[in-house]
């Protein structure tokens, strides 16, 4: 195995959060769709033209007889939202299902949001599903017993995350953590790993 060493290690990124005198700029937005509602609410998204994204997961299920790939959400209740707060005002005042996420100690603490960066890594991650994609709660994986990466060529060229072990697979994977919301990791070959100095 080849890793190209630049430094040592360093941990996930922080989410960042929105305030309240900034609310026209667009923003990666991490919200609840409650009781199961993500499709339907991803689906308004999709009419309107504002981006939004679900990571999914695909099971092969029967249908009328034939084996068909059914998409269904990985992580429950959860959707992102490429907006900023005047736009997606309306969509809470007539969807009670869609709700922001806020830091621990409720609105007080702020809206949680993901830097463009982090939210494209996590993106990329999540849907290459050639690399067997897992997800994982924000408390199931441990990075900091992981190293600062970032990819260089392949399908996942430009991803930064944490080279770590995790459960359920055999080899370490890249991982892109969204602090306290998600967490997803995927195969890669670590000769396109180079390891990236600790910012910390």
Known sequence: MHIHQLGTTQKSTPTHMATETDNTTKRWY???ALYNHEMTVK???DNDGIECFIPLTY???TVKGRKTTVPKPAVSNLIFVHSNEHELEPYL????????IFFKGGRKS???TVPDKQMNDFITLAEAREQK???FTPDELNVSRGT???IHGGPLDGVEGIFMKVKGARAKRIVVQLKGIATVATEICPDLIEVLPDTE
């Open 30 to 32: 991490a919200m609840r």
């Open 43 to 45: 689906a308004t998204f």
């Open 59 to 61: 099971e092969i299920q």
């Open 93 to 100: 005042k007539k969807n009670r299902f869609l709700q922001y």
């Open 110 to 112: 702020g809206i949680i």
């Open 133 to 135: 994609p897992l997800f």
């Open 148 to 150: 600062h990466v970032r």
